[in-house]
């Protein structure tokens, strides 16, 4: 994330309660704009799609 490598981020979402609050990345030092490109919803698991962001968007 660091050196601005990654296009396209798959993450999954499987909601459990843990009670506190855990940081999917760690502190990468800079902000970085994503847009949602897709959204998939099956078996209680969730896929989002996030695609980077150009600067002109």
């Known amino acids: 994330m ?3 490598l990654i296009d396209i981020y798959h ?3 499987i909601p ?3 009670g506190k609050g855990i940081r999917l990345f760690p ?7 994503l ?3 897709d959204v998939k919803s099956s ?4 896929e989002l799609v996030y695609q ?3 600067n002109f968007e």
């Open 52 to 54: 980077k962001r150009d």
């Open 35 to 37: 847009r949602l490109a």
């Open 43 to 46: 078996n209680g698991i969730t």
């Open 11 to 13: 993450i999954s979402v």
């Open 27 to 33: 502190d990468c030092g800079q902000e970085i704009k």
């Open 2 to 4: 660091r050196r601005n």
């Open 16 to 18: 459990t309660i843990l």
